[in-house]
């Protein structure tokens, strides 16, 4: 299948700094990127939708000043977490849509672990 | 009511076992339906899709979709503890929809 890179893969920063997570597609060109976060033990909540060469869709309860995405190629996608907090610590993980593939069909990067001191 | 639901588990098989894991769903929207595997601190890993009511088979996996009733089904034959990972099941209009994900371990 289709791979798709995130850096960094962990990542620990202080209260109130800024860090911005990576996603690339490395083997095909995705038009739409996705983000998402989860929680030990938990499923994949959806955040944000990121289009090329468009402001990205937010999932309703996720702030957009806080968590901003810039999708500036056809190969890469960034999330910024601004002005981190410890609550904002959880596995990031970002998805790239194959236009190739069928449908829906979603390739995941390996996720980046945050952790906010 | 959530769009999909899945049975969080734990779900423990001996080594060698049929295994099913099964998702609802309540979106009649949904088009295609997938499966993930999803290894602990990894990111998911695409099994399976399928779009239609019926049976799609991979190897030792079949995905099993029946619209009539928004039932989801992923069955595992002969299972290996290498299987041992959360399975996510998703259904998908313009965005990916996942179920809770069902923690399966498959005992040597």
């Known amino acids: 299948g289709a791979v798709v890179s995130q850096h960094p893969s962990w990542v620990i920063c202080k209260s109130g700094t800024s860090v911005k997570i990576e996603c690339r597609s490395l083997?095909?060109?995705?038009?739409?990127m996705f983000w998402y976060r989860q929680f030990p033990k938990k499923s994949l909540m959806l955040m944000a939708t990121?289009?090329?060469?468009?402001?990205?869709?937010?999932e309703q309860g996720v702030e957009k000043d806080k968590f901003l995405i810039n999708h500036a190629s056809l190969t890469l996608s960034t999330l910024t977490v601004t002005s981190a907090h410890p609550e904002d610590s959880s596995f990031y993980i970002c998805s790239a849509r194959d236009p190739a593939g069928v449908g829906e069909t979603q390739y995941f990067g390996p996720g980046t672990r945050l952790l906010v001191l | 009511q959530k769009e999909v639901e899945q049975d969080p588990g734990p779900l423990s098989v001996p080594e060698g076992a049929i295994v099913s894991l099964n998702c609802t769903y309540s979106?009649?929207?949904?088009?295609?339906f997938m499966w993930y595997r999803q290894y602990s601190r990894k990111g998911p890993e695409l099994l399976m899709y399928?779009?239609?009511?019926g049976n799609k088979e991979d190897g030792r996996f079949t995905a099993q979709v029946d619209k009539s009733s928004k039932y989801i089904s992923l069955f595992i034959r002969d299972s290996q503890p290498s299987d041992s990972a959360t399975y996510l099941c998703g259904g998908a209009t313009n965005k990916l929809i996942f179920g809770t994900g069902t923690l399966l371990a498959v005992q040597p």
């Open positions: 990121s289009n090329e060469g468009s402001k990205a869709t937010y």
């Open positions: 979106n009649s929207a949904f088009q295609y």
């Open positions: 083997d095909f060109q995705a038009t739409t």
């Open positions: 399928t779009y239609s009511s």
